[in-house]
Nanobody
Framework: QVQLVESGGGLVQPGGSLRLSCAVS????????WGWYRQAPGKQRELVAR??????????VYADSVKGRFTISRDNVKNTVYLQMNSLKPEDTAIYYC?????????WGQGTQVTVSS
């Protein structure tokens, strides 16, 4: 059974930075494509960034809204996916989740809250 635990969220001022982590249990980590998703109040969940695994590892794709500000990475030894978020904006406020890409219903965790406010 695969479990994902997100951490690293918090309250930050506009222009600030946060680094999110997603620890993944299970042996399929290195061959799986992973993604970071977010859901703001009253909005649908959206894909923020994704990164490939397996033989095409570490190819990253970003949503236009975060391109140039966010960086997704992975550590196949620690079974962890990261999201470095810089130049944060109030519109980045959301609950952030990691999941496989494409997402799997049985992989959703609790997420981690990111609030960008002065």
């Amino acid at each position: 059974q695969v479990q994902l635990v997100e951490s690293g969220g918090g309250l930050v001022q506009p222009g600030g930075s946060l680094r999110l982590s997603c620890a993944v249990s299970g042996s399929i980590f290195s061959i799986t494509n992973w993604g970071w998703y977010r859901q703001a109040p009253g909005k649908q969940r959206e894909l923020v960034a994704r990164i490939t695994g397996g033989s095409l590892a570490n190819y990253a794709v970003y949503a236009d809204s975060v391109k140039g500000r966010f960086t997704i990475s992975r550590d196949n030894v620690k079974n962890t996916v990261y999201l470095q978020m810089n130049s944060l904006k109030p519109e980045d406020t959301a609950i952030y989740y990691c999941n496989a890409f494409p997402s799997r219903g049985d992989y959703w965790g609790q997420g981690t809250q990111v609030t960008v406010s002065s």
